[in-house]
T-cell receptor, first 113, second 114 residues
Framework: KQEVTQIPAALSVPEGENLVLNCSFT??????LQWFRQDPGKGLTSLLL?????REQTSGRLNASLDKSSGRSTLYIAASQPGDSATYLC????????????FGKGMKLTVNP | DAGVTQSPTHLIKTRGQQVTLRCSPK?????VSWYQQALGQGPQFIFQ???????QRGNFPDRFSGHQFPNYSSELNVNALLLGDSALYLC?????????????FGEGSRLTVL
């Protein structure tokens, strides 16, 4: 059974820092990994999708990497801003015909001005 | 381009009642999935619909049922509500089925069961 872990559960940093958010998964047989952002009481906004054949994806100040063999992904946020404050979730889609995403519990990020 | 829309945004029910939540997919999307997100947890997969059929189901009891209409919109029904059904219910849509395409989520329906 696939399990996704995000540690730490919360992080508070001053504005301007470069951040690394971690995600680990137990079964390396995945189709893809997706990072999401969730603001309080809101839905999920897709940030980056990495297919299993890819090593990384970039969008603006965000860069996500994927190491399937070790079951790890990192989301790098450059020059953090207060507007980056939110909960960040990672999710994997397993191989074997599964369509569902398996999510971690998320990491709550607070960027202080 | 309208994204994924869900209704209602908030609702309050009492134990034993029934609820129906609705989802309209993003333009061009034909596959709809439903997720339940309890407070402080990641979303949990309920089921997925494609071509008006339930294609995959997560570990949820039969009290949770759904439907997809010819215009690809979908409903989630929960019968005999329990306190533990209180959660944010998220709809996610994508193009096609059996692929690794990107999922897009709606804002969710917040259900409170008293």
């Amino acid at each position: 059974k696939q399990e996704v872990t995000q540690i730490p559960a919360a992080l508070s940093v001053p504005e301007g820092e470069n951040l690394v958010l971690n995600c680990s998964f137990t079964d390396s047989a995945i189709y893809n990994l997706q990072w999401f952002r969730q603001d309080p009481g809101k839905g999920l906004t897709s940030l980056l999708l990495i297919q299993s054949s890819q090593r990384e994806q970039t969008s603006g100040r965000l860069n996500a990497s994927l190491d399937k063999s070790s079951g790890r992904s990192t989301l790098y946020i450059a020059a953090s801003q207060p507007g980056d404050s939110a909960t960040y979730l990672c999710a994997v889609q397993d191989q074997g015909g599964s369509e569902k995403l398996v999510f971690g519990k998320g990491m709550k990020l607070t960027v202080n001005p | 381009d309208a994204g994924v829309t869900q209704s209602p945004t908030h609702l309050i029910k009492t134990r034993g009642q029934q609820v129906t939540l609705r989802c309209s997919p993003k333009s061009g999307h034909d596959t709809v999935s439903w997720y339940q997100q309890a407070l402080g947890q990641g979303p949990q997969f309920i089921f997925q619909y494609y071509e008006e059929e339930e294609r995959q189901r997560g570990n949820f009891p039969d009290r949770f049922s759904g439907h997809q209409f010819p215009n690809y919109s979908s409903e989630l029904n929960v019968n005999a509500l329990l306190l533990g059904d209180s959660a944010l219910y998220l709809c996610a849509t994508k193009v096609g089925w059996g692929n690794t395409g990107e999922l897009f989520f709606g804002e969710g329906s917040r259900l409170t069961v008293l």
